[in-house]
């Protein structure tokens, strides 16, 4: 591959985190954040039908390097892992690279600002739906049974997006890197990671970011 194919495809890259970047902080009204805790769940994990607040999973690839307290992320351009497990009732659920790009959101039940973002994506979902040509999926990692706001499945029980439950040892989380929650992950066609955001998002700023991605601009 040419130098200059090679630059092309890295500026095509670079404008198009620039663009996500935008369309988040032009709308952003309050940056929270909340500090990663390693809370472990209870339940049975399985498949088996029954509501279970940490289930199985089963993490392929390199873990992504931790997201830093500033400067850039060194995650970016590198290959998503894939994740392989189920939601609450068991059905199983996978965030694999299958040529789509997507958008993986992690959260935990006992965090203000993910509640923040659950109570204010749901309704705008249910209203407007999601833009076509990039996947969503949520993790539910961090559960807590001492914690506020527990069980997540009970929180969680009409969101519109395909939710994973993590492990009690948070392996999906860890996997992808998150310091704090929520944590946005988007991913590529390609299975690459594209950008990473901690905080709060508004419904309009993460659709505009989801339309960006994929178009690939």
């Known amino acids: 591959m040419s ?3 090679e630059q092309e495809r890295a500026d095509t890259t670079g404008s198009r985190r ?5 369309a988040i902080v032009a709308v952003l009204a309050i940056a929270g954040i909340a500090a990663l805790s390693t809370g472990g769940g209870n339940g049975s994990p399985g498949g088996g039908g029954t509501i279970s607040e940490t289930q199985p999973v089963t993490v392929s690839g390199v873990a992504l390097p931790r997201y830093p307290e500033k400067g850039a992320d060194p995650a970016v351009g590198q290959q998503a892992p894939t994740l392989s497990g ?11 690279n299958d040529g789509k790009p997507k958008i993986i959101i992690f959260l935990t039940h006992w965090c203000p600002h993910c509640q923040n973002d659950v109570k204010e994506l749901k309704p705008y979902i249910k209203a407007n739906g999601l833009p076509d ?13 001492t914690a506020p706001n527990y069980p997540p499945s009970k929180w969680l029980a009409d969101w519109p997006i395909p939710t994973m439950a993590d492990d009690a040892q948070n392996s999906a989380a860890q996997a992808f890197g998150l310091n704090a929650f929520p944590f946005f992950v988007f991913v590529t066609a390609e299975g690459n ?7 709060e998002v508004p419904p309009e700023a993460l659709v505009e970011a989801a339309k960006q991605l ?4």
Do not use: C, E, H, L
Request: aromatic residues 14%; proline residues 7%.
């Open 214 to 217: 994929a178009t690939g601009r």
């Open 18 to 22: 620039t663009v996500i970047v935008v």
């Open 133 to 145: 040509g990039v996947d969503f999926y949520a993790v539910s990692t961090a559960s807590d049974p």
């Open 193 to 199: 990671v594209d950008f990473r955001f901690p905080g």
């Open 3 to 5: 130098k200059n194919v």
């Open 86 to 96: 189920f939601s609450f009732d068991g059905t199983p659920i996978s965030i694999t």
